[in-house]
């Protein structure tokens, strides 16, 4: 239950920073993925170091790895920048909830392991993962129709919908854009899982629970943006 509490104060606190980094400007979003990009670098470093006893192999993955995470912060700027907050904001909560419904439905119903490389993953939690990825989607739909829009067609009515509207300019055929939309959820809840998967893996051979101890009742950075940091550049470089 302290394990809980922790887990869930620290995630408000999170969501708190996110949120503001993301509205206020470009610039503040850039120092946020900026410092969590390093502290993330930081622990993937001792993550492999324990992995690979060889410092040559350890400084040139953390290098690439480096490089990685830099076209990841430039992307999740760029499309800040490009497509705005609510934008950004809708592909972070399809990873988000992706996470979440892997973490509820793998406890409540545990059953059949995923794979040998991570244990702790079930197929019950990886389809309740997909399942859950919907949910904001579902979420904005709702917004949209309780707000009486058309959602054919792009509109600034309203403050909230002017920055989410042209993402949801679906022309003519709705229900053509609705299945789009579901397929990018799905695609990114797959792609947040493969990220998950391989910093498990990792974590498993270094014989750790966490990359790190910086949020209480979570572990390290790099635990909770393990799937967004290939979600995200992997939707910027194959979809935007």
């Known amino acids: 239950m302290n394990n809980l509490q922790k887990r869930i104060f620290t995630s408000l606190i999170l969501i708190a920073i996110v949120l503001n980094c993301l509205f206020i400007s470009s610039i503040t979003w850039l120092i946020l993925l900026s410092i969590a990009s390093l502290i993330s670098l930081y622990e993937f470093f001792f993550l492999i170091k324990k992995v690979y006893k060889n410092k040559f192999f350890t400084i040139i993955v953390t290098i690439l790895s480096g490089f990685y995470l830099t076209y990841f912060v430039a992307s999740a700027v760029d499309l800040h920048d490009e497509k705005g907050e609510f934008f950004v904001l809708f ?8 996470d979440i419904g892997g973490y509820v439905v793998g406890k409540i119903i545990g059953g059949v392991k995923l794979t040998k490389i991570s244990p702790n993953k079930t197929v019950s939690g990886s389809l309740g993962s997909f399942i859950f990825s919907f949910f904001p989607l579902g979420f904005l739909i709702l917004i949209l129709n309780f707000s009486k829009i058309d959602l054919g067609y792009s509109t600034s009515c309203y403050p909230f919908c002017e920055g989410i509207s042209e993402f949801f300019y679906w022309g ?18 797959f792609i947040s899982q493969i990220g998950d998967l391989i910093i498990s893996y990792l974590k498993r051979l270094a014989k750790i629970k966490d990359t790190g101890k910086f949020l209480p009742g979570h572990g ?21």
């Open 91 to 98: 592909i972070l909560l399809i990873i988000i909830f992706s």
């Open 172 to 189: 003519e055929n709705i229900q053509k854009g609705i299945n789009n939309n579901a397929i990018l959820c799905l695609v990114l809840s």
């Open 220 to 240: 390290g950075i790099l635990d909770r943006i393990d799937g967004i940091i290939f979600a995200l550049p992997f939707y910027y470089f194959f979809w935007s």
